[in-house]
Structures are given as C-alpha cells and as structure tokens.
DNA sequence: TTTCATTTGAGAATCATTTGCAACAAAGAC
DNA sequence: GTCTTTGTTGCAAATGATTCTCAAATGAAA
C-alpha cells in the first residue's frame, strides 16, 4: 500500500470510517494529477470504475482532513484541489485575464509565516496564498487599460 | 462625495458605466463594514432602500475590478469580500475548530512577495493568503486529537 | 422632451455541491 | 457460515449561491 494511503487509512480509522476500493481510487485518481483538479476532474478519471459523483463529492472532505490535499484557488465556480505529498506547497499566481495559473514556491515565504503562527500560537494545517493580476504575456497586450 | 466614491466614479467612467445611487449605496455599505461581509450580508444592510440582491451581485465584481474590495476567505459556500481603503493587506488566520478568523499584516512578507513578482513580471491586483488551523484556543481543546 | 444606452427589480434559470434513502458491503459476534 | 450492526454508495431530488432574462425605469445628452 503506497504512503499516502497508509496515511488516509489511519485517518479514517481515527474516526471509524473504512478505507473502501471507491475512496482508494479516488484517493488514486487525486494523486495522479499532477496539477489541480475539481471534482468533476476526479470522476472523469474514475467513472469507469462505477465510483459516482456524489462519492467523489463525499470523499473530498476526507482527503481535506487527512491533510492529503488541500484547497486552491477557485476558478468558474468550482472548488479546486491539489494534493499534498510531493507536491511541495506554492504559491498561486492567477492571471485574471488569460486564466493562466503560475506556482511558485513558498520557501521565501515560510520563515515569515512560521514566526507569525509562533506569535499568534496557531497551528498551521494548511497555507493557500492566491496572487491575482495579469501575468506578462497579458499585462501589455489583450487588456489595453490599466 | 467620498474618496473612494471619487475612485468608483472613476473607474465605471471609464468603462462607459454609471455611479448610479444604487452603486453609490452599496459601495457606502461595504465600507461600513469593517470586517468581512458577503453579498447578503450588504442587501441586509441596503434592502431598506429597495436595492435588489440582483444589483448586489452585480456590483460586486464592478467594486473587485475597481480595486476597493477584495475577495478573501470563502465561508459556508459564500464569497466573503471586504473593503480595501484604510484597510491595509493582511493575511487571514482561519481556525477550523471555532472558525474564529484572524488578520494579521502582510508587510512581513510583502517584500518577498514583490520580489517573486518582479521575476515573474506579474502584474499583482490582490493578494489573498489564508491559512487555516486550530487557533491558540482550540489546539488544545474541543479537538482532542491533533 | 426625445433619444439611446445603461440599470434595475423580480423571478426564473444555472450549476456546483449536498442530502435522503434504499440497497449494499464489511467486520465481528455467535 | 449466518446474524447484526454500522458504515458506504448510487441515484435522484434538494439546496442554495450566483447569474441571467426581460420589460420597465432611469440618466445623460442633445
């Protein structure tokens, strides 16, 4: 059983709840894509499989609390994810005009967050830092005001 | 007729829009909030006026592109926004257990910040960073575990 | 006060997300 | 094995925030 279902099994445990093949594949498919995803993303990979969006829907906030993914930005009306292991958190830079998304990576940034949580005594779970502007192809062209 | 009222003026003269008394008012009601508010949250404050929730919604995304309000965190499936005029940046600290919000400053990380944007020459409109947790409060209690 | 474009209220329409429910598993207890 | 209990799932219906439609209202300018 690979690592991160390791973990997403003794979460479910913690609070009774099984670790069934439906949440496994999900739990698959989230670790697949290398980029962000929605839930409709997830059932595409999936609906072969006879897992149903309502599944996917449930499954989500498991995975949120498992601290194995993490919400992103939200684009057209749609929660976003990304998952966590591997996938080193990042910044999101959001081009407001092309919909472009950029990352980068947040050790810049982390010694400035951490003292700050040391200060407030908050335990930090999840960081989600969303920059929205016009990226360089976009901030000459297309958009000719501001 | 108020600083920012001057701005939004501004702004909707340029795109050929008008600063109607119902824009006026709902601009007014954001910048009586000081502190998040959602679109229902200004029709409570404006309906009395005979503004419809309509018109909050559509003005919304005029104020956001005008620069005087900024989305921040996402509450209960509901856009929260909050006004941006002597309301400096800052970041917000989201505990999961009593959903209590925080804000701190951003000017400790606003230089690295700058920095990533000058290399990616992104053109930044609004930062949003919100990290969620267990504030000082709850790390301890309510939740047992964690 | 005519004209023409923009706004607006009201309610219908959308569409992501949640839920209710009945049928299904899984894991123990016997 | 076979009960029993408890969690799980697919499906369809419900929910609820946001958006859209459209006809009436308003505003600016001539």
């Not at 990576?105 to 929205?132: G, H, V």
Request: glycine share 6%; charged share 25%.
């Amino acid at each position: 059983m690979i690592d991160h279902e390791v973990q997403f099994k003794k979460f479910l445990q913690k609070q009774g709840l099984k670790l069934t093949r439906n949440r496994a594949r999900i739990l698959e498919a989230a670790f697949s894509v290398h980029e962000h995803f929605d839930a409709e993303k997830l059932y595409d990979l999936i609906k072969a499989d006879n897992v149903s969006l309502a599944t996917v829907y449930r499954t989500l906030p498991l995975l949120l609390e498992a601290g194995l993914i993490t919400r992103t930005v939200r684009i057209g009306g749609r929660d976003r994810f990304e998952h966590i292991l591997g996938h080193p958190r990042h910044a999101h830079w959001l081009c407001e005009n092309c919909h472009a998304v950029i990352e980068t990576d947040l050790s810049a940034l982390l010694p400035a967050i951490n003292k700050e949580a040391r200060a407030l005594k908050f335990d930090i779970q999840n960081i989600s830092i969303n920059i929205s502007g016009l990226c360089w192809k976009c901030k000459g062209g297309a958009n000719d005001s501001q």
